[in-house]
T-cell receptor, first 118, second 116 residues
Framework: AQTVTQSQPEMSVQEAETVTLSCTYD???????LFWYKQPPSRQMILVIR??????QNATENRFSVNFQKAAKSFSLKISDSQLGDTAMYFC???????????????FGKGITLSVRP | GAGVSQSPSNKVTEKGKDVELRCDPI?????LYWYRQSLGQGLEFLIY????????KSGLPSDRFSAERTGGSVSTLTIQRTQQEDSAVYLC??????????????FGPGTRLTVL
């Protein structure tokens, strides 16, 4: 079974600065997907970024980028130029092998509450 | 287009009562998932529907929990004889299914269930 660990329950960052959220996972599989989801107070989960395990290149989406260390089973999210709208809970998630969509029941970490200070 | 919708947004019930939570997936999405988010916890998988296949119920925590999906669209999650530990946010997600690639799950806003 897969496990996802987010050991930091809360973090705070000044607006316009950079923050890194940590995530580690455990699996015996060699191919899988990893995700970061954002959950604002509205509760709507929003996909922030996705990483495919077979790709060595770290994924980037505008101000969001990941540091994927497959051997260390580490998957951190870096948010650059933090904005007030980034205030939310962030969840790291693991998708089973194949990523075919068939039975892709995600395994989530416990989440981290990020506060961006003006 | 419309996203995943869930109703009610909030539900307060008394211990021992039955509740029904509804999910309307994105039109055309054949896969539908239910997750539970308890306070201080991540999301926990409950059940998965895909087309006409038998649902994957491996995440349901007890036989008090059941779900159905009518006509391959709307889904209802039913909790019988609710207990206080059932208090949580119940999230629904839907996705298209294409083999050989990842299919993004789109989440609804959830139903916050409070059992008194």
């Amino acid at each position: 079974a897969q496990t996802v660990t987010q050991s930091q329950p809360e973090m705070s960052v000044q607006e316009a600065e950079t923050v890194t959220l940590s995530c580690t996972y455990d699996t015996s599989e060699s191919n899988y997907y990893l995700f970061w989801y954002k959950q604002p107070p509205s509760r709507q989960m929003i996909l922030v970024i996705r990483q495919e395990a077979y790709k060595q290149q770290n994924a980037t989406e505008n101000r969001f980028s990941v540091n994927f260390q497959k051997a260390a089973k580490s998957f951190s999210l870096k948010i650059s130029d933090s904005q007030l709208g980034d205030t939310a809970m962030y969840f790291c998630a693991f998708d089973p092998p194949g990523g075919t969509g068939a039975n892709s029941k995600l395994t989530f970490g416990k989440g981290i509450t990020l506060s961006v200070r003006p | 287009g419309a996203g995943v919708s869930q109703s009610p947004s909030n539900k307060v019930t008394e211990k021992g009562k039955d509740v029904e939570l509804r999910c309307d997936p994105i039109s055309g999405h054949t896969a539908l998932y239910w997750y539970r988010q308890s306070l201080g916890q991540g999301l926990e998988f409950l059940i998965y529907f895909q087309g006409n296949s038998a649902p994957d119920k491996s995440g349901l925590p007890s036989d008090r929990f059941s779900a159905e999906r009518t006509g391959g669209s709307v889904s209802t999650l039913t909790i019988q004889r609710t207990q206080q530990e059932d208090s949580a946010v119940y999230l629904c997600a839907s996705s298209l299914v294409f083999s050989g690639t990842y299919n993004e799950q789109f989440f609804g806003p959830g139903t916050r269930l409070t059992v008194l």
